[in-house]
Structure formats: structure tokens, C-alpha cells
């Protein structure tokens, strides 16, 4: 059984850095799409970085430049680097893994609407200007 368990987030200045970490145990799958997606206060659900198990990386333009997505595949955890940090990054982070996904233009196109089979529990940002 695959589990996906998140850590970091928090509360940081406009301009800060926070770094999020996600590892899927009990993932076997040689493929693999995972991307975090954030849902802001009133706002749909948004994909913001994703990475494939081939390597190709994706990333929101609303986030280009300033986030940095990254993977320990020894540790099976992948990380979300994020600087500069602005208060409309205020949302809850969702870490999201799928085998098939991979196949599919829906992880570089950082579609939220794909139906990702597993999902972490979230970690909220929060930045106060």
C-alpha cells in the first residue's frame, strides 16, 4: 500500500523560503508523475511543479523562477524549494503521485484535474506581507 506523507510548510515573510517534502512509501511503479499542487483561500486547486520518472520537469509560469522542484529517488521523497516567496502563495500544499500520469500530457501540463491516485495530506504556506 502506498502511502505519501508530507513535512514542512509554515509561516514565512513575504521573500522567504520554505522547503516541502513528500515521500511515497510502498511506491513501486518504475513510472511515475509527481507534482504538488497548492489550493489557495477561495481559489480551484492549481498544479504548481511536476516531475516525471524520466527526468522532465515541469512548472507553473505563476511559479517559474522561483520554485525548484527535486527528487532523492534512494529515498523515494521529493522536494519543493520555494523562494521569494509572495503572499499569493498563501495555500495548502498537496504532494500527488501517479504511475499513469506518466504517459499522459496531463503531468506536464500540470493538470489538476487528472485523477492522481495517491495524494499526500497537505501542509499549509502561509505568507504574510
Known amino acids: 500500500q502506498v502511502q505519501v506523507l508530507q513535512s514542512g510548510g509554515g509561516s514565512v515573510q513575504s521573500g522567504g523560503s520554505l522547503r516541502l517534502s513528500c515521500t511515497a512509501s510502498g511506491y513501486t511503479s518504475r513510472t511515475y508523475c509527481m507534482t504538488w499542487f497548492r489550493q489557495g483561500p477561495g481559489k480551484e486547486r492549481e498544479g504548481v511543479a511536476a516531475i516525471d520518472s524520466d527526468g522532465r520537469i515541469s512548472y507553473a509560469d505563476s511559479v517559474k523562477g522561483r520554485v525548484i522542484i527535486s527528487q532523492d529517488n534512494a529515498k523515494n521523497t521529493l522536494f519543493l524549494q520555494m523562494n521569494s516567496l509572495k503572499p499569493e502563495d498563501t495555500a495548502v500544499y498537496y504532494c500527488?503521485?501517479?504511475?499513469?500520469?506518466?504517459?499522459?500530457?496531463?503531468?506536464?501540463?500540470?493538470?489538476?484535474?487528472?485523477?492522481?491516485?495517491?495524494w499526500g495530506q497537505g501542509t499549509q504556506v502561509t505568507v504574510s506581507s
Open positions: 500527488a503521485a501517479d504511475p499513469v500520469a506518466f504517459f499522459a500530457v496531463a503531468c506536464m501540463a500540470l493538470d489538476s484535474n487528472w485523477p492522481y491516485a495517491y
